[in-house]
Nanobody, 123 residues
Framework: VQLQASGGGLIKAGGSLRLSCAAS????????MGWFRQAPGKERDFVAA????????YYADSVKGRFTISRDNAKNTVYLQMNSLKPEDTAVYFC?????????????????WGQGTLVTVSS
């Protein structure tokens, strides 16, 4: 499975961005997917996750109410809508495919990772 993340960029605080992550090589519709981020000099952190059908989602407290994860299984794609962005949201954002059908919040539950897309939020 190859994952291609896109949609990152430079945005002012308070703005919105929508990240996309398209999977290729095999269908991922049966698997949970997630977004993680890594800020400069910090460890990779969980952001959001979604189960195989999109019926269940989970968010880190830091993004709850501002970010929305969704998926389109027909397009083999997962999205992350980011609203009310803050400078502390600046990071490289990674999408990932898990080993199971549920949603998972730890990196060890994910087996395929994208290359990341940079989001920079200016104050």
């Amino acid at each position: 499975v190859q994952l291609q993340a896109s949609g990152g960029g430079l945005i002012k605080a308070g703005g919105s961005l929508r990240l996309s992550c398209a999977a290729s090589g095999r269908t991922v519709s049966s698997y949970g997917m997630g977004w993680f981020r890594q800020a400069p000099g910090k460890e990779r952190d969980f952001v959001a996750a979604i189960n195989w059908s999109g019926s269940s989602t989970y968010y880190a407290d830091s993004v709850k109410g501002r970010f929305t994860i969704s998926r389109d299984n027909a397009k083999n794609t997962v999205y992350l809508q980011m609203n009310s962005l803050k400078p502390e949201d600046t990071a490289v954002y990674f999408c990932a495919v898990s080993h199971g059908s549920s949603y998972y919040t730890t990196g060890r539950e994910y087996v395929y990772w994208g290359q990341g897309t940079l989001v920079t939020v200016s104050s």
